[in-house]
């Protein structure tokens, strides 16, 4: 009979997550009497050994019942201690004065941030979120009074995202201190930042940051309409909400870019793009993003720019090279022999006598081969590390060739392109997918294959949109004034208009900031 | 539309999974270095390929057999050049492979019937192209494609190399297939081909056979009609401006029985066309700029009144020259310098008519010959190397 | 905003003497000549393509008229991926079928139509510059083995040889046309911007055909391409510098085939929006699909080898042809449509 009941029940609180309602009642107020409400958070929080309710009675004199909801290891306790227990436990109240809570609220109670709610749901949520509930008897309002602390990392050089010059903060895990990164970086009362929370399980705090008179205000509502719209169990990282929030989910390209990075971030918001932070990640999604954006460093900026429009161009080569290199090198031997010089075509085909494979085979092995290498790469243990990709990659590559299986120019082909891939390191992803479709286009019908792939994925670029911007802006449709950040860096003194297809608000500085040694009287 | 769309997705992987049928892997291709083309004693066509071996190239960072191994030889017979081309498939185990041939060898019995018949296929087919040097050789072309080079592990590359340097004495053309189809477009042009020869090597006991670039044939149209020697050719080459270096052999002034060589360094050449009293009257105007560059003797030649003379004597060699290329082409009636064309544009209206008659007006044509010369340095030398003679020398 | 910058792969050089380069420069004004009636019916009409505003003018006989010209696109990229399929076959990859050429082409092209006009125009936008690049790279580097005195003599033929040969080169763009059927989704609205968009557009086409056959006529002679099938192409494979840079004939080969994969999308997309025009559907896209299966099994049974084909290009009979459907219907419609007052009469 137990059985059949738990079996019953289990199968009842089993059920999918369309009916996502907490263990509560949602809109439930509080009561006056304060047993009760301590006998509904005792309920909800049933099996919950890390919550502390702690009992006390305010006022010396008077003692009135109270208690203080909060969880171990969210809260500073010595805070907590110190500002809430201790200045209420030696207040001085005089009766029929003032309500008690108006009393604690605003006098007693040594906090930044408090806040008032009659609702349950509230106040579970702010002691979810860390916050410290605090009950009073005869009163059905609670007060969320925050007494946040929890260990968190510390602020360090993101691993992803390494700089020669410029500032090495990364974002961390948690929003409140994110959202202070980004503040440093902008004084400005415009930045806004919109609180929102999404997953119905996690219940996920994150933050739309904008600046209000860059941003387009359409572009914003339209972030926060598609953030509301998400209905899902849980929000673990911004990825999920990236997926949920994108333009174009079936494409290849990321149309949502992201960072670690405050100053990045900051640049972005002040070009008129959209933030979303995420609490429990420090990766910050950008809207609108754009293809040019994978190309844009924040190095770039500071370095010099006659050195960063060199390392630009070199940037869009590795890329190509990265993508068509292996198509090419594929569709080259096996169909268009007649477009190699004489000498190279004899090194190459003096190389692939004997190997056992077809030119396409091969090259898929390889390619194969190296993304086992580059992913074990990642996930080896730092110890092992160096031994293994030494192993990896010499030993491997070297007897490989020597043992007939692959010819040695395959081998250099294939080393190149992925070395290339690194370059551009936010379309890792793309140009691996990419590469292979190509690699087995050329593979099949050479050259021809190759350039009506390209001509394919080109199309499809310039269909996708990223929050209304056209994708490939601003190359097509073609912006030239937005083009002096996307084919040169153009000097600081230069950078007179944000681009144009974001923000109307488009004037950034004075023209003609031109620098020059101070000039004499007398010069004309 | 879903049904649809999945139809025509399983057509398009259909269609791909064989493969594309012009995937050619490369240990399936023969790369051929060089062409001769023969005629037999039955009078069918035999076709000589050079084949590349990479695989001896690649083994052969050691030096000991340079030359005969990398490549090897296929002859094959046919009615015509693209058949006995096929022919020569059932001796190779791969497909021949034409785009990076860069010589034609053609024998001297073919092109004296005509080769016109047998360019048609190299002209035609994609995979020859346009760039590579045309020889004749007095021989069979099929020796020629046996020969080795000592200095090239590829023969053909060796001989397409020559062509290329054939500017250094100018006595032989450099002709490329893209000129000879000009040429043979052309209603009055006629081509001239460098000639290729053969000399055996006279080191060792060995049986190779090393190249030579020697003579230049004429042809009359398609047909080819005699042979012209280094200076002759000169003289062509000359008028037709494309004299780029030489050496002109003069004697030396004050002192005819030694002789001075000067480098030319440029020339180039204007032709005039013009009607003087009925009759049709070609200029050719030739400036050339040379060196002193050897000096055979005991004299000071570095000296204005010596300098001029030598010039004088340049001027008078290249006339010579020229006048005997003239003489020799008006007598075999072939407009080898293409006064045809320089006629057209100067003389427009008058071209329809002469074209008609061409190949009879081409030797009435009375040809001048003026040349400037100029010389300029004289090497690291003042003076020679020998000590003056008492007569007329400085001291010291 | 939507600027269309058509162009298209140059096959053959235009038959004539060395005054052709003169012929063309004259084809510009040609062309505008010819695209007068156009204009004016725009002009009249401007939201509306041209199989609409015959459909306007001329009642139900207008969608006979639009069934007309639809066909007449239908011929025209059948001719066209037929010249293309029958280069790519003789040049560069021989042992592949047409049909598999075919096949291969024409879903990347639906593709393309399937996004819409404003993909198409984009990446012509986007890649036009590179291809007139590539004909300007072409054109240096073959500067060193260029020939200009093929040039002369000046005017050697009659003034009015060359005005015929103008005449006809300009015949032989039906881009025109499709001009007339893609105006309406211009948004510049101004006469006089939409005039100096059809000179600019026949001055960029002149230019880089007078450039195209500088360097054919310079490197191959005057005797030679008129017995070469493919001259530009050979020219291109003449490219030879400091013994490295050859056989870069696969940049031109790639730039003929984004041109081309171009063209047959535009055309395609005209052919569908034509055809859902006349028959007044509202939404193109499953057109899509069965033109493209239509398309196949035209283009090849439309010739039968490439000796029609050369026959047809030829000066004799694809001119007069195009002339009949640029020049004459249009003004015919013009016409009544003047008669009958219909239209957006505006001085």
């Known amino acids: 009979m ?5 079996r019953s029940g289990q199968k009842k609180s089993s059920q999918p997550t369309g009916n996502i309602s907490p263990s509560y009642n949602n809109s439930a107020a509080l009561s006056k009497d304060i047993n009760e409400n301590l006998a509904t958070i005792k309920k909800i929080f049933i099996n919950t050994d890390d919550l502390i309710i702690r009992e006390f009675k305010i006022g010396r004199e008077l003692q009135v019942n109270a208690f203080a909801v909060m969880l171990v290891g969210l809260i500073n306790e010595a805070s907590v201690n110190e500002h809430l227990i201790r200045p209420l436990m030696s ?12 009393v604690v609220k605003e006098s007693a109670l040594f906090v930044a941030s408090i806040k008032e709610t009659l609702k349950l749901d509230d106040t579970v949520r702010g002691i979810l979120s860390g916050d410290t509930a605090l009950f009073i008897d005869e009163t059905d309002r609670a007060l969320i009074a925050s007494f946040r602390g929890w260990p968190a990392r510390s602020i360090v050089e993101p691993k992803t995202e390494s700089v020669v010059r410029g500032p090495r903060e990364g974002f961390v895990e948690s929003l409140s201190t994110n959202t202070a990164l980004l503040r440093r970086k902008i004084k400005n009362p415009q930045l806004k930042f919109e609180k929102m929370t999404v ?23 339209e972030v926060k309409d598609r953030v509301s719209r998400i209905d899902t169990d849980s929000i673990l990282e911004s990825g999920y909400i990236e997926e949920f929030i994108e333009d174009a989910p079936y494409s290849l390209f990321p149309t949502v870019g992201n960072s670690e990075k405050p100053d990045i971030i900051a640049a972005k918001l002040l070009e008129g793009r959209i933030a979303v932070l995420t609490d429990g990640t420090p990766f910050v999604l950008t809207v609108p993003y754009l293809f040019i954006e994978a190309f844009q460093d924040s190095e770039d900026y500071y370095a010099r720019p006659y050195f960063s429009t060199f390392v630009r161009w070199l940037r869009w080569l590795a890329f190509l090279i990265s993508v068509f290199l292996p198509a090419l090198y594929v569709a080259i031997t096996t169909f268009h022999q007649e477009l190699l010089p004489t000498s190279l075509l004899i090194s190459i085909a003096s190389s692939h006598e004997g190997i056992p494979f077809p030119t396409i085979v091969e090259a898929v092995l390889m390619q194969i081969a190296f993304e086992i290498l580059r992913e074990a790469g990642l996930r080896l243990p730092k110890a092992v590390g160096q031994a293994v990709s030494i192993v990896g990659a010499l030993v491997i590559g070297e007897a490989a060739v020597s043992a007939g299986l692959v010819g040695s120019p395959m081998v250099v082909v294939m080393a190149l392109t992925g070395i290339s891939s690194f370059v551009v390191p936010t379309l890792t992803d793309v140009t691996t997918v990419t590469r292979f479709i190509l690699l087995l286009l050329a593979g099949f019908s050479g050259l021809y294959g190759v350039i009506l792939g390209f001509a394919g994925i080109i199309t499809h670029q310039l269909s996708l949109r990223s929050y209304g911007q056209p994708y490939l802006s601003p190359l097509a449709p073609l912006n030239v004034s937005d083009l002096k950040d996307v084919i040169i860096r153009a000097p600081w003194w230069a950078m007179n208009t944000r681009p144009n297809s974001l923000s109307k608000n488009s004037r950034r500085q004075k023209k003609s900031l031109i620098p020059h040694p101070p000039r004499e009287e007398n010069d004309t | 539309m879903k049904k649809v769309l999945t139809t025509i997705a399983c057509i398009l992987l259909l269609t791909m999974l064989p493969g594309c049928w012009n995937r050619r892997e490369l240990n399936t291709l023969s790369i051929v270095q060089a062409v001769g083309i023969d005629r037999t004693d039955t009078g069918q066509i035999s076709v000589s390929l050079q084949i590349l071996k990479p695989n001896a190239i690649k083994s052969s960072t050691s030096e000991k057999d340079v030359g005969s191994k990398s490549v090897w030889v296929v002859t094959s017979e ?59 050789t007095k021989g069979k072309a099929e020796d020629i494609i046996r020969s080795s080079h000592e200095q090239e592990k590829i023969p053909g590359q060796a001989i397409q190399k020559m062509a290329e340097i054939s500017f250094a004495t100018s006595k032989i053309p450099k002709i490329n297939f893209l000129e000879l189809l000009k040429n043979l477009a052309s209603k009055t042009n006629d081509s001239i081909i460098p000639g290729i020869t053969l000399v055996p090597d006279k080191s060792e006991e060995s049986m190779k056979n090393f190249v030579k670039l020697e003579g230049t044939a004429i042809l009359k149209k398609d047909k080819m009609i005699g042979w012209f020697k280094g200076e002759e050719t000169r003289g062509v080459l000359w008028i037709l401006g494309n004299v780029k270096s030489g050496i002109l052999v003069v004697p030396t002034p004050n002192d005819e029985n030694k002789k001075s060589g000067i480098e030319v360094i440029k020339a180039n050449s204007r032709i005039v066309a013009e009607r003087v009293d009925g009759n049709l009257e070609i200029t050719v105007n030739v400036h050339a700029d040379g060196n002193l560059g050897e000096h055979m003797g005991h004299e000071d030649l570095v000296n204005p009144e010596d300098f001029k003379e030598l010039e004088e004597l340049m001027a008078s060699a290249i006339e010579e020259e020229i006048r005997s290329a003239v003489d020799k082409a008006q007598e075999w009636e072939v407009d080898i310098f293409k006064f045809g064309t320089e006629v057209h544009r100067q003389l427009p209206k008058e071209w329809p008519e002469l074209e008609k008659n061409w190949r009879e007006e081409f030797p009435k044509i009375k040809v001048n010959i003026v040349v400037d010369t100029t010389l300029h340095w004289a090497g690291l030398m003042k003076k020679s190397i020998q000590p003056p003679t008492k007569e007329g020398g400085e001291n010291q | 905003m939507v600027i269309i910058i058509t162009f298209f792969p140059v096959l053959d050089s235009p038959p004539g003497n060395q005054d052709v380069w003169l012929a063309l420069l004259l084809s510009i004004p040609m062309h505008l000549l010819l695209s007068v009636p156009i204009y004016l019916l725009w002009k009249r009409f401007p939201n509306q393509s041209f199989i609409e505003y015959s459909q306007t003018i001329l009642g139900q006989a207008g969608k006979l008229v639009g069934l007309l010209y639809v066909l007449y696109f239908l011929h025209d990229v059948s001719m066209f991926l037929y010249r293309w399929s029958a280069f790519l076959t003789t040049a560069i990859m021989p042992e592949t079928p047409v049909l598999f050429i075919l096949i291969f082409l024409l879903p990347f092209c639906a593709y393309a139509v399937l996004k819409g006009i404003e993909v198409i125009t984009r990446f ?34 009659s003034f009015f040889s060359i005005l015929l040969g103008a005449l006809v080169t300009a015949l032989r763009t039906s881009e025109i046309l499709i001009f007339a059927m893609l105006l309406p989704y211009v948004t510049i609205k101004k006469a006089k911007e939409v005039r100096s968009m059809f000179l600019s557009t026949y001055s960029i086409l002149a230019f880089f055909w007078i450039i195209c056959v500088i360097v054919v006529l310079s490197t191959l002679g005057l005797d030679l391409p008129k017995v070469l099938q493919f001259s530009y192409f050979d020219a291109v494979r003449l490219i030879s510098i400091g013994g490295f840079i050859e056989r870069i004939e696969s940049i031109h080969l790639s730039m003929w085939l984004i041109s081309g994969y171009l063209r047959v999308a535009l055309y395609f997309f005209v052919i569908v929006i034509g055809l859902s025009q006349v028959f007044g559907l509202k939404n193109y896209k499953p057109l899509v699909i069965s033109i493209l299966t239509i398309l196949i099994p035209i283009s090849l049974a439309i010739q039968t080898n490439i000796t029609d084909l050369n026959q047809f290009l030829n000066y004799h009979i694809e001119p007069w042809y195009n002339l009949f459907f640029i020049f004459i219907i249009p003004v015919t419609l013009l016409s009544i449509a003047m008669i009958r007052k219909q239209g957006d009469i505006k001085p």
Do not use: C, W
């Not at chain 2, 019937?113 to 020859?128: A, S």
């Open chain 1, 2 to 6: 137990n059985r059949l009941i738990t």
């Open chain 2, 78 to 136: 046919g009615e015509t050049v693209f058949d006995a081309l096929r022919n020569s498939s059932m001796q190779t185990d791969r497909k021949a492979y034409f785009p990076h041939n860069t010589v034609y060898v053609l024998s001297e019995e073919l092109a004296r019937e005509g080769i016109g018949d047998e360019l048609d296929l190299l002209g035609r087919d994609p995979e020859f192209r346009k760039l590579p040097y045309v020889f004749i």
């Open chain 1, 91 to 102: 207040l001085h109240l005089d009766i029929n004065k003032e309500p008690t809570l108006k």
């Open chain 3, 124 to 157: 012509a936008e986007l890649f036009a510059p590179f291809i007139f690049a590539g004909i300007i790279i072409i054109f240096l580097l073959l500067a060193k083995d260029m020939d200009l005195k093929v040039f002369s003599p000046f005017l050697e033929k």
């Open chain 1, 199 to 221: 997953g119905n399980q996690t219940r996920t705090d994150i933050s739309i940051a904008y600046i209000n008179n860059i941003a387009d205000s359409k572009t914003v509502q």
